[in-house]
């Protein structure tokens, strides 16, 4: 995301580091980074209408019952330390137990921690995949393009 906040009073670029919070139990859920918070989560909402992962499907159940995230800024950093912070408290909530919906392990496509790669495969275990997936997922590791559904 691109940088679109004022300096501080240093000249410094801030960022926040945000919660989403389902309204129904008060728990966090995602962990992000943002120059505008509130404009993030209006995008949020708006890519959850488009998009198929676990963050937009929650995010979706959450406005068909006519609710929304709640937003909480946890944290006010500088730009350059947003992603070091982001990893910090997605690691500390997953350490703590929380269901959070995050696909990676903040601060922008950083590799997955090896206790987030098990708790993830714990959580899929038994599931199975829809025939579009497996073809998907085939397609990947042949190198090809995945057909996608009109």
Request: aromatic share 4%.
């Amino acid at each position: 995301m691109a940088n679109t906040a004022c300096p501080d009073q240093r000249g410094e670029v801030m960022k926040s580091i945000y919660g989403l919070t389902d309204p129904r139990t008060g728990c966090i859920r995602y962990i992000g980074q943002s120059t505008d918070p509130a404009r993030r989560l209006a995008g949020h909402c708006w890519e959850a209408k488009r998009e198929k992962h676990h963050r937009a499907r929650w995010i979706i159940g959450l406005l068909k019952l006519g609710l929304k995230p709640l937003l909480e800024v946890l944290e006010e950093v500088p730009d350059e330390q947003a992603d070091d912070v982001e990893r910090f408290w997605i690691s500390s909530l997953l350490t703590a137990g929380a269901r959070l919906v995050n696909t990676d392990a903040g601060g922008g496509n950083v590799p997955w921690s090896s206790e987030l790669r098990e708790r993830v495969r714990r959580a899929n275990l038994g599931r199975i995949p829809s025939t579009q997936a497996r073809a998907n997922m085939r397609a990947a590791q042949l190198g090809i393009a995945p057909r996608r559904n009109a």
